[in-house]
């Protein structure tokens, strides 16, 4: 593998083409694919699902709070609930800056 991507050029055909033996030969074949077909969810359908799920997370330790207040869960139910809310939380805020970082690139990015 090592071998066909130093012969491959980056300005001739020929390296692709022994590349792609390679990858034959290794057993990695592109037979019964098509280009351009979505196999997976889309980029905002998975972020959705993210959101969704730490604004569930988010709901779920606060109800567990007000169960621990009226004495129906324990403390330690409480504070599992509460962490996996506060990762939770971390994660999406993370995603956030990620997405708004990636916006000012762009924003700066000459037309």
Do not use: C, H, W
């Amino acid at each position: 593998m090592i071998e066909s991507i130093t012969k491959t050029s980056a300005l001739g055909i020929g390296g692709l083409d022994s590349l792609s033996s390679s990858f034959s030969s290794k057993g990695l074949t592109t037979e019964g694919t098509t280009p351009g077909t979505m196999t997976g969810e889309t980029f905002m359908a998975a972020l959705s699902n993210v959101a969704s799920g730490a604004a569930n997370n988010l709901k779920q330790a606060e109800q567990v709070s007000f169960d621990g207040i009226l004495g129906k869960a324990t403390t330690r139910e409480v504070v599992d609930a509460v962490m996996q809310a506060e990762q939770s939380l971390q994660t999406a805020i993370a995603f956030r800056d990620k997405i708004v970082n990636a916006y000012l690139e762009i924003t700066k990015m000459q037309i």
